[in-house]
DNA sequence: ACCTGAACACCGTTCAAGT
DNA sequence: ACCTGAACACCGTTCAAGT
């Protein structure tokens, strides 16, 4: 039996292949459907679809899947460091702009839990990730150490070495943000222990 | 064409069809797979013909792949306990005790890194974790509140409430672990900073 | 009660081919 | 340069059927 041909060739949209930048709508689109519902959901046959595109287009742009997932990780840190930035920043650089600091981390994790987890979860193997001075991962981390040296001129913190306060001060904030991710912790509680550890650290690290 | 018949029906192994106890050695496969290759090298097909067992059988004792996995995790949380508790006894249930639970929680990481990863991936959904009093998870947790209010009694550490205290230091412990997991600190920096975050915690959290 | 085997609906990835 | 479409080698899971 042979199937009726369509009185139009059932074209595609207007456009030659995609509009601008197919790359970062498919980094848009991981991420969003990361954060909805988790990155198990994240096919690339998905990613694919819902951009209108062939399901292998994305290889044109990413080596693989990890590749992928690597790019979300990327947009996650340059996300976190501008957050901690602005915490750092409208709470006046001191005493004050640190504990939000503290707070807008935990906060973004809370926010975003699926996505935190992609940063996190192993899914970006090392490689030459120490060599790229513009990756966002050690750029969020070095807004910490900057926050750290300068109060530490202002004598609120005692002169150890920044880089160990820094690595000490971030395990804090990324464990608790786990408690709470894990269920352990309920976001309130999440909150009342990074105040408790706030306050403890304020003792442990005073000069 | 015929295929040949075998002379003999090529019979399997003369169990009936497994060995005593299929979930566990089903579990012990799982956690060396993962200790071996990593999570996403877990496949039930594998662990079936490891097993010498229908790819399916394993329907019979675990809902489903979840399950599995939450189990794995279930087993890493026993191992932790046991080793945590090892290291608080030996360490003579002190100060040098309870640093030496921190390294002993930090190594279990590093020499576990994809079964650590399972235990708190959010592989294990929440469900009714909380409810079963020998979840092996809040048990290892538990060793911790224990050593705290010990030490509380000695006047070691201040007498805020253990459950928070406990909370605060099991934070700073996974976050080393997890920096050293992601490549970000090696083994030996985090050994490092886990004796910084004890000398500074001491300070925090003294009387 | 415990396990099998075929089947189903998915995956990520490769590659020749199109424009 | 950029994308497609078919193909490949895998998955987890279901279910009737076997012992």
Redesign the interface.
């Given at each position: 039996m042979p199937k009726p041909r369509p009185t139009k060739p059932a074209r595609k949209p207007a456009n030659r292949y995609h509009h601008g930048d197919l790359p970062h709508a498919m980094l848009q689109e991981a991420v969003r459907t990361i954060q909805k519902d988790g990155v198990d959901a994240l096919t690339l046959r998905c990613v694919g679809e819902r951009l209108g595109v062939s399901r292998t287009a994305l290889y044109r742009h990413f080596a693989d899947k990890q590749a992928l997932l690597a790019a979300v990780a990327a947009e996650g840190f340059r996300t976190l460091r501008i957050s901690l930035l602005a915490a750092w920043e409208t709470g006046g650089r001191g005493r004050a702009g640190f504990d939000a600091m503290g707070v807008a981390y935990v906060q973004f994790a809370v926010a975003h839990?699926s996505h935190y987890?992609v940063m996190?979860?192993?899914a970006v193997r090392?490689g030459n990730?120490h060599q790229d001075p513009n990756d966002p991962g050690p750029s969020a981390f070095q807004v910490l150490v900057d926050a750290i040296v300068e109060q530490q001129r202002a004598g609120l913190i005692r002169d150890?070495a920044a880089l160990?306060l820094a690595?000490?001060i971030?395990?804090?904030?990324?464990?608790?943000a786990?408690?709470a991710?894990?269920?352990i912790?309920s976001a309130a509680e999440a909150g009342?222990?990074a105040k408790?550890?706030n306050e403890?650290?304020?003792?442990?690290?005073a000069p």
């Open positions: 839990p987890r996190f979860g192993g090392p990730r150890d160990q690595r000490f971030w395990a804090v904030v990324h464990g608790i786990m408690l991710l894990d269920g912790l009342t222990l408790f550890a403890r650290m304020r003792t442990g690290l």
